[in-house]
C-alpha cells in the first residue's frame, strides 16, 4: 500500500481511476480526479498524467464544486 501526500507523482497512484469532465476538449486540457482508497479526492492535470496529484478532502472538493456552479471563479475566466 502506498502513503498518499501532497504533490506525490500521479504514476504512483496506480490503482485509481481516473475522471474527466465530458466538457473537456480532445487536445487533453482538463483535470482530472480521482477518488482515494481512504476517502481522499486527487487531482492532476490531464497534460501531465505523470506530474504532481494534490490532496483533497471530500468537503474541500465539495466547497469548490459548489463554489464553480455558484459562480465564484467566474471572473477568471474572462
Keep these: 500500500m502506498y502513503q498518499a ?8 497512484l496506480k490503482e485509481v481511476s481516473w475522471l474527466k469532465s465530458r466538457a473537456s476538449n ?6 482530472e480526479l480521482a477518488q482515494l482508497p481512504d476517502g481522499a479526492i486527487a487531482v ?3 497534460r501531465f498524467p505523470d506530474g504532481p496529484a494534490l490532496l483533497y478532502t471530500r468537503a474541500e472538493i465539495d466547497a469548490f ?14
Design 5 to 12: 501526500y501532497n504533490g506525490m507523482s500521479a504514476t504512483c
Design 26 to 31: 480532445p487536445s487533453g486540457n482538463c483535470v
Design 44 to 46: 492532476r492535470n490531464s
Design 65 to 78: 464544486i459548489q463554489g464553480a456552479k455558484d459562480g465564484d471563479f467566474d471572473h477568471m475566466l474572462l
